[in-house]
Protein backbone atom coordinates (compact mmCIF):
# COMPACT_ATOMS: atom_id res chain seq x y z
CA UNK A 1 0.00 0.00 0.00
CA UNK A 2 1.27 3.79 -0.81
CA UNK A 3 0.61 6.45 1.50
CA UNK A 4 1.26 10.03 0.98
CA UNK A 5 1.10 12.67 3.67
CA UNK A 6 1.24 16.24 3.43
CA UNK A 7 1.68 19.00 6.08
CA UNK A 8 0.58 22.15 5.29
CA UNK A 9 2.97 23.51 8.42
CA UNK A 10 5.84 23.27 6.48
CA UNK A 11 4.33 22.40 2.66
CA UNK A 12 7.00 18.86 2.77
CA UNK A 13 5.08 15.73 0.93
CA UNK A 14 6.37 11.85 1.12
CA UNK A 15 5.60 8.68 -0.31
CA UNK A 16 5.89 5.71 2.00
CA UNK A 17 7.11 2.14 -0.06
CA UNK A 18 7.81 -0.74 1.20
CA UNK A 19 11.20 0.10 0.35
CA UNK A 20 10.86 3.57 2.92
CA UNK A 21 9.64 6.62 2.20
CA UNK A 22 10.65 9.12 -0.55
CA UNK A 23 10.60 12.79 -0.51
CA UNK A 24 9.80 15.31 -3.23
CA UNK A 25 13.43 16.63 -2.50
CA UNK A 26 14.56 12.69 -4.44
CA UNK A 27 15.43 11.57 -0.53
CA UNK A 28 15.53 7.62 0.19
CA UNK A 29 14.78 7.10 4.20
CA UNK A 30 15.18 3.44 4.95
CA UNK A 31 12.08 3.66 7.53
CA UNK A 32 8.36 4.05 8.15
CA UNK A 33 6.38 6.12 9.51
CA UNK A 34 5.22 3.39 12.19
CA UNK A 35 9.01 2.94 12.61
CA UNK A 36 9.66 6.57 13.33
CA UNK A 37 6.81 6.47 16.00
CA UNK A 38 7.49 3.49 17.45
CA UNK A 39 10.87 4.98 18.03
CA UNK A 40 10.19 9.09 18.75
CA UNK A 41 6.63 9.06 19.37
CA UNK A 42 6.41 12.25 21.24
CA UNK A 43 8.97 14.15 19.08
CA UNK A 44 6.90 12.78 15.86
CA UNK A 45 3.83 14.19 17.31
CA UNK A 46 5.21 17.36 17.97
CA UNK A 47 7.37 18.36 14.62
CA UNK A 48 5.42 16.02 12.25
CA UNK A 49 7.25 13.52 9.97
CA UNK A 50 7.59 16.09 7.20
CA UNK A 51 9.16 18.63 9.40
CA UNK A 52 12.18 15.61 10.51
CA UNK A 53 12.22 14.39 7.07
CA UNK A 54 12.60 17.87 5.53
CA UNK A 55 15.45 19.03 8.06
CA UNK A 56 17.53 15.86 7.30
CA UNK A 57 16.84 16.78 3.67
CA UNK A 58 18.48 20.00 4.22
CA UNK A 59 21.30 18.41 6.13
CA UNK A 60 22.10 15.93 3.84
CA UNK A 61 22.86 18.58 1.52
CA UNK A 62 24.61 20.97 3.78
CA UNK A 63 28.03 20.44 1.86
CA UNK A 64 26.95 22.05 -1.05
CA UNK A 65 25.46 25.18 1.30
CA UNK A 66 28.71 25.61 2.98
CA UNK A 67 30.59 25.21 0.09
CA UNK A 68 28.36 27.89 -1.94
CA UNK A 69 28.83 30.17 1.09
CA UNK A 70 32.52 29.88 1.56
CA UNK A 71 33.69 30.19 -2.05
CA UNK A 72 31.52 33.86 -2.12
CA UNK A 73 33.75 34.47 1.20
CA UNK A 74 36.78 33.45 -0.04
CA UNK A 75 36.65 34.72 -3.44
CA UNK A 76 36.22 38.23 -1.75
CA UNK A 77 39.45 37.75 1.11
CA UNK A 78 42.10 35.71 -1.65
CA UNK A 79 43.06 34.68 -5.40
CA UNK A 80 40.18 32.42 -7.40
CA UNK A 81 42.51 29.35 -7.59
CA UNK A 82 43.42 29.18 -3.63
CA UNK A 83 39.56 29.87 -3.20
CA UNK A 84 38.24 26.64 -5.27
CA UNK A 85 40.56 24.65 -4.18
CA UNK A 86 40.03 25.51 0.23
CA UNK A 87 36.04 25.59 -0.99
CA UNK A 88 36.54 21.85 -2.64
CA UNK A 89 38.66 21.32 0.54
CA UNK A 90 35.81 21.80 2.65
CA UNK A 91 32.95 20.66 0.41
CA UNK A 92 34.84 17.30 0.60
CA UNK A 93 35.78 16.85 4.62
CA UNK A 94 31.79 19.24 5.02
CA UNK A 95 30.14 15.72 3.27
CA UNK A 96 32.26 13.01 4.79
CA UNK A 97 31.50 13.99 7.81
CA UNK A 98 28.36 15.91 7.95
CA UNK A 99 26.20 13.16 9.88
CA UNK A 100 28.06 13.29 12.92
CA UNK A 101 27.51 17.31 13.68
CA UNK A 102 23.72 16.89 13.45
CA UNK A 103 22.79 20.00 15.80
CA UNK A 104 19.50 20.81 15.92
CA UNK A 105 20.04 25.16 15.84
CA UNK A 106 22.32 24.63 12.86
CA UNK A 107 20.35 22.29 11.36
CA UNK A 108 17.50 25.27 11.21
CA UNK A 109 20.00 27.64 9.78
CA UNK A 110 21.24 25.62 6.88
CA UNK A 111 17.17 24.98 6.38
CA UNK A 112 17.29 28.43 5.19
CA UNK A 113 21.03 28.90 4.02
CA UNK A 114 20.46 26.12 1.41
CA UNK A 115 17.38 27.67 -0.59
CA UNK A 116 18.11 29.16 -3.88
CA UNK A 117 16.76 32.49 -2.88
CA UNK A 118 18.90 33.14 -0.03
CA UNK A 119 22.00 31.63 -1.97
CA UNK A 120 20.99 33.82 -5.45
CA UNK A 121 20.76 37.08 -3.44
CA UNK A 122 24.11 36.42 -2.32
CA UNK A 123 25.70 35.93 -5.16
CA UNK A 124 24.20 38.82 -6.59
CA UNK A 125 25.76 41.23 -3.47
CA UNK A 126 28.96 39.39 -4.38
CA UNK A 127 29.54 38.97 -8.08
CA UNK A 128 28.32 42.44 -8.14
CA UNK A 129 31.03 43.96 -5.43
CA UNK A 130 33.66 41.86 -6.90
CA UNK A 131 32.62 43.33 -10.77
CA UNK A 132 32.78 46.51 -9.44
CA UNK A 133 36.65 46.42 -7.81
CA UNK A 134 37.38 45.13 -11.39
CA UNK A 135 37.81 41.78 -10.18
CA UNK A 136 36.08 39.89 -13.49
CA UNK A 137 38.04 36.68 -12.78
CA UNK A 138 37.18 36.32 -9.59
CA UNK A 139 33.41 37.22 -10.39
CA UNK A 140 32.97 34.90 -13.28
CA UNK A 141 34.82 32.45 -11.03
CA UNK A 142 32.28 32.87 -8.52
CA UNK A 143 28.82 32.47 -11.12
CA UNK A 144 30.66 29.09 -12.47
CA UNK A 145 30.51 27.50 -8.79
CA UNK A 146 27.60 28.76 -7.76
CA UNK A 147 26.07 26.80 -11.25
CA UNK A 148 28.07 24.05 -10.83
CA UNK A 149 27.09 23.95 -7.22
CA UNK A 150 23.28 24.18 -7.43
CA UNK A 151 22.70 21.75 -10.53
CA UNK A 152 24.56 18.99 -8.85
CA UNK A 153 27.87 18.94 -10.89
CA UNK A 154 30.63 19.11 -7.73
CA UNK A 155 28.49 16.33 -5.74
CA UNK A 156 28.49 13.94 -8.41
CA UNK A 157 32.20 14.28 -9.51
CA UNK A 158 33.39 14.69 -5.39
CA UNK A 159 30.78 13.28 -3.24
CA UNK A 160 32.24 9.75 -3.82
CA UNK A 161 36.04 11.09 -2.21
CA UNK A 162 34.09 12.01 0.68
CA UNK A 163 31.87 8.84 0.80
CA UNK A 164 35.66 7.24 0.78
CA UNK A 165 36.87 9.35 3.72
CA UNK A 166 34.08 8.23 5.89
CA UNK A 167 33.50 4.61 4.76
CA UNK A 168 34.65 3.65 7.89
CA UNK A 169 31.02 5.25 9.66
CA UNK A 170 28.37 3.86 7.23
CA UNK A 171 26.80 1.34 8.93
CA UNK A 172 23.71 2.48 7.59
CA UNK A 173 23.13 4.73 4.73
CA UNK A 174 23.64 8.56 5.23
CA UNK A 175 20.04 10.48 5.12
CA UNK A 176 19.00 7.30 7.86
CA UNK A 177 21.78 8.58 10.13
CA UNK A 178 21.02 11.89 10.10
CA UNK A 179 17.59 11.09 10.81
CA UNK A 180 18.14 9.48 13.47
CA UNK A 181 20.56 11.42 15.23
CA UNK A 182 18.11 14.70 14.61
CA UNK A 183 15.23 12.39 16.16
CA UNK A 184 17.76 11.99 18.83
CA UNK A 185 18.70 15.23 19.26
CA UNK A 186 15.18 16.70 19.47
CA UNK A 187 14.59 14.37 22.16
CA UNK A 188 17.15 15.78 24.38
CA UNK A 189 16.21 19.15 24.05
CA UNK A 190 12.45 17.96 24.48
CA UNK A 191 13.87 15.64 27.37
CA UNK A 192 11.62 12.72 25.79
CA UNK A 193 12.56 9.39 26.22
CA UNK A 194 13.48 6.98 23.28
CA UNK A 195 12.95 3.67 22.21
CA UNK A 196 15.08 1.28 21.32
CA UNK A 197 18.00 2.74 19.08
CA UNK A 198 19.57 -0.48 18.29
CA UNK A 199 15.95 -1.87 17.17
CA UNK A 200 15.37 1.37 14.97
CA UNK A 201 18.86 0.89 13.33
CA UNK A 202 18.09 -2.82 12.71
CA UNK A 203 14.62 -2.10 11.07
CA UNK A 204 16.45 0.64 8.68
CA UNK A 205 18.66 -1.89 7.71
CA UNK A 206 16.24 -4.58 6.60
CA UNK A 207 14.19 -1.84 4.85
CA UNK A 208 17.62 -0.91 3.34
CA UNK A 209 18.47 -4.71 2.28
CA UNK A 210 15.17 -5.24 0.87
CA UNK A 211 15.21 -2.17 -1.51
CA UNK A 212 18.15 -3.61 -2.68
CA UNK A 213 17.48 -6.98 -2.85
CA UNK A 214 14.34 -5.77 -5.09
CA UNK A 215 16.72 -3.41 -7.49
Not at 34 to 40: D, G, H, I, M, T
Not at 135 to 140: C, E, I, L, M, S
Not at 179 to 189: E, F, K, P, Q, V
Not at 195 to 211: A, D, K, L, M, V
Request: proline share 4%; with cysteine.
Amino acid sequence: MIRKRKRLRDDESWVELPTGIFTTDGIWFHTSEEALNEFAGEVVQQLGVGKLLSQAGSWLKSADAAAVLSLAAFLILMPPLPAVLITLAIFVGWEAFSATMVFVPVVRLFSVLSTAAFQGVLYVLCMSWLASGDQFTAAGVGLTGFVLFRWGVVRKLFAPMAKRLSGSLQSVPKPDRILRSLIIRYAISMRVTLSSTESFEQRIIEIWRRGKRNE
